[in-house]
Antibody
Framework: EVYLVESGGGLVQPGGSLRLSCAASGFTFSNHEVHWVRQVTGRGLEWVSKIGPSGETGYPDSVRGRFTGSRENAKNSAFLQMNSLRVEDTAVYYC????????????WGQGTLVTVSS | DIQMTQSPSTLSASVGDRVTITCRASQSISNWLAWYQQKPGKAPKLLIYKASTLGTGVPSRFSGSGSGTEFTLTISSLQPDDFATYYCHRYDTSPWTFGQGTKVEIK
């Protein structure tokens, strides 16, 4: 069974930094892309980052230049480094994956809450 | 960026009702569309991908249709477990975008 477990969320002041981690198991991690998706409490879903099998990345305009995705295939782990955090970045952050190109998001972590507040 | 417009935002229905949710893309996305179900405090669950392919273990009362710019999710006979929020998601190119969500409530 596939598991994605996020950690690293918490309370941070505006302008601060936080690093989220995602530990994966149950599939060949090095062959699959990993994404981060966030959800403001009671609101919709927003795609935040893509990390390809070889570390290639993609971001929406809302976080580009502030967020950096990375991975360590040997440790079956992915990361999201978040800098210059804003109040509007407050959300539950999910680490997600899929079986392959063309599939929807099959696998979701439980989410980790990031709160940006003074 | 390609935007997704999902409707309605809220839907009141009874057990046994046929329910339809619509998602429109601002430009063609072929069939690169997924639907998810989310219950309070839980991560979303994949229902449909490639517009009409049922996800693993998803009951057959769920179906998806459409291509290009207009898509629908249909629940043929609403069950008590189906009261939840539903999202569409386009994944043809980056950036991925999601619909605003449809909350299915008990009438």
């Amino acid at each position: 069974e596939v598991y994605l477990v996020e950690s690293g969320g918490g309370l941070v002041q505006p302008g601060g930094s936080l690093r989220l981690s995602c530990a994966a198991s149950g599939f060949t991690f090095s062959n699959h892309e990993v994404h981060w998706v966030r959800q403001v409490t009671g609101r919709g879903l927003e795609w935040v980052s893509k990390i390809g099998p070889s570390g290639e990345t993609g971001y929406p305009d809302s976080v580009r230049g502030r967020f950096t995705g990375s991975r360590e295939n040997a440790k079956n782990s992915a990361f999201l480094q978040m800098n210059s955090l804003r109040v509007e970045d407050t959300a539950v952050y999910y680490c997600v994956g899929r079986r392959g190109y063309g599939y929807g998001i099959d696998y979701w972590g439980q989410g980790t809450l990031v709160t940006v507040s003074s | 960026d390609i935007q997704m417009t999902q409707s309605p935002s809220t839907l009141s229905a009874s057990v046994g009702d046929r329910v339809t949710i619509t998602c429109r893309a601002s430009q063609s996305i072929s069939n690169w569309l997924a639907w998810y179900q989310q219950k309070p405090g839980k991560a979303p669950k994949l229902l449909i991908y490639k517009a009409s392919t049922l996800g693993t273990g998803v009951p057959s009362r769920f179906s998806g249709s459409g291509s290009g710019t207009e898509f629908t999710l249909t629940i043929s006979s609403l069950q008590p477990d189906d009261f939840a929020t539903y999202y569409c998601h386009r994944y043809d190119t980056s950036p991925w975008t999601f619909g605003q969500g449809t909350k299915v409530e008990i009438k």
